[in-house]
T-cell receptor
Framework: GDSVTQTEGQVALSEEDFLTIHCNYS??????LFWYVQYPGEGPQFLFR?????EKGSSRGFEATYDKGTTSFHLRKASVQESDSAVYYC????????????FGSGTQLTVMP | GALVYQYPRRTICKSGTSMRMECQAV??????VAWYRQSPQKTFELIAL?????????EQNFTQEKFPISHPNLSFSSMTVLNAYLEDRGLYLC???????????FGPGTRLTVL
């Protein structure tokens, strides 16, 4: 079945550091890919999506490029801020015809001032 | 912008009792609504997918008899947890989607504690 793998469970950075959170997926065809961010006490917030090969999604300084060849959608940000501390989820739209989201296990980002 | 509200934010119920939670979409038409449960370990379980004027599709391990869902219009959905027990604890999330769009917008969730 479809799946999403986030390799980093936790990432700790200092302000202005470069961020990369790795996301790889397994699915047939061209599933839509998403990044969501979840702050404590809130639901996941939609960051952006991409739905075809080489498409770049971006929002709030975060970006990711859909790569069909490596089945990846890595999240990057050039300069993180303390306010970026949150849990980040990579997700894909199921390829079975259902529109459900399949989430990765999440990456806790902590940015220290 | 697209906003999703959920009520209540937190609820505590005694084991064996039931509780109802609501989801309201503002600023867009919630053609489809997905209900998820997020565990303390932060993993997501899909409970059911609901589309207005269509049958509600429940995932394996979740049933209409335990989690009845109502989705009467393009802005509102509700779900009840019947006969709640300890294993039903968690954060219940409503994700709403407008027809034809990929992304789902989530509410803040209803945190259910069962005593």
């Amino acid at each position: 079945g479809d799946s999403v793998t986030q390799t980093e469970g936790q990432v700790a950075l200092s302000e202005e550091d470069f961020l990369t959170i790795h996301c790889n997926y397994s699915a047939s065809g061209y599933p839509a890919l998403f990044w969501y961010v979840q702050y404590p006490g809130e639901g996941p917030q939609f960051l952006f999506r991409a739905s075809r090969d080489k498409e770049k999604g971006s929002s709030r300084g975060f970006e990711a490029t859909y790569d069909k060849g490596t089945t990846s959608f890595h999240l990057r940000k050039a300069s993180v801020q303390e306010s970026d501390s949150a849990v980040y989820y990579c997700a894909l739209g199921a390829s079975s015809g259902s529109w459900q989201l399949i989430f990765g296990s999440g990456t806790q980002l902590t940015v220290m001032p | 912008g697209a906003l999703v509200y959920q009520y209540p934010r937190r609820t505590i119920c005694k084991s064996g009792t039931s509780m109802r939670m609501e989801c309201q979409a503002v600023g867009f038409q919630a053609t489809s609504v997905a209900w998820y449960r997020q565990s303390p370990q932060k993993t997501f379980e899909l409970i059911a997918l609901s589309t207005v004027n269509s049958a509600i599709k429940y995932e394996q391990n979740f049933t209409q008899e335990k989690f009845p869902i109502s989705h009467p219009n393009l802005s509102f959905s509700s779900m009840t947890v019947l006969n709640a027990y300890l294993e039903d604890r968690g954060l219940y999330l409503c994700g709403a989607r407008e027809g034809g769009r990929y992304e789902q917008y989530f509410g803040p969730g209803t945190r259910l504690t069962v005593l």
